[in-house]
């Protein structure tokens, strides 16, 4: 069965400091992933990534693709309190489209 | 450019009453997407429409449906409505074929008494 595994659930970090978010999936005829950030509303796009081993960056955060082990990981240096949020994860094929259930970053001051 | 918009924002029923959430994409979008939150879960795919056509629907009971009109915009209905269905139902457009630049409304929240 197709699914979406995001580790760790939640995280607690101080300003600073440097996370690492997961994402492992199964999905047939595997298309895409995005990784998508959600404070009180609806999530915001950050990447997305169809390619093995080519890195997304956008500021302090980045993310990369194994298409072999099937993963992604999120990373964010220099955490800052505004990084607080769900981060979401979505897989996908042409019919299909499977979000992990998040990982939950708090970054206290 | 007008976003994706949803209506009504809150909606408030009681058990075994029936719910219509509604939704407009962004101009040009054909194809809408509906997700539902429960409150601290994840987001759980429901339906995805294309051009009129559905697609694909998550494992959901029959009594969520939904449909979507000439003009593309699109109804959830949820008849009988159980207390576990109060959550957060995000609506979310893209270009045909384009499932991945998806852009998302507001939402309605949706509180089964």
């Known amino acids: 069965e197709d699914k979406v595994v995001q580790s760790p659930l939640s995280l607690v970090v101080h300003e600073g400091d440097t996370v690492t978010l997961n994402c492992s999936y199964e999905v047939t005829n595997f298309r895409s992933l995005l990784w998508y950030k959600q404070e009180k509303k609806a999530p915001t796009f950050l990447f997305m990534l169809?390619?093995s081993g080519i890195e997304k960056k956008s500021g302090r955060l980045s993310s990369i693709l194994d298409k072999k082990e099937l993963f992604s990981i999120l990373n964010i240096t220099a955490t800052q309190t505004g990084d607080s949020a769900v981060y979401l994860c979505l897989a996908g094929n042409n019919r299909k489209l499977i979000w992990g259930l998040g990982t939950s970053l708090a970054v206290n001051p | 450019e007008a976003g994706v918009t949803q209506s009504p924002t809150h909606l408030i029923k009681t058990r075994g009453q029936q719910a219509t959430l509604r939704c407009s994409p962004i101009?040009?979008?054909?194809?809408v997407y509906w997700y539902q939150q429960a409150l601290g879960l994840g987001l759980q795919f429901l339906l995805w429409?294309?051009?009129?056509?559905?697609?694909n629907r998550g494992n959901f009971p029959p009594r969520f449906s939904g449909r979507q009109f000439p003009n593309y915009s699109s109804e959830l209905n949820v008849n009988a409505l159980e207390l576990e269905d109060s959550a957060l139902y995000l609506c979310?457009?893209?270009?045909?074929?384009?499932?991945?630049?998806?852009?998302f409304g507001p939402g309605t929240r949706l509180l089964v008494l």
């Open positions: 979310a457009s893209s270009a045909p074929g384009g499932w991945e630049t998806q852009y």
């Open positions: 429409y294309d051009e009129g056509e559905e697609r």
């Open positions: 101009s040009g979008h054909t194809s």
């Open positions: 169809t390619s």
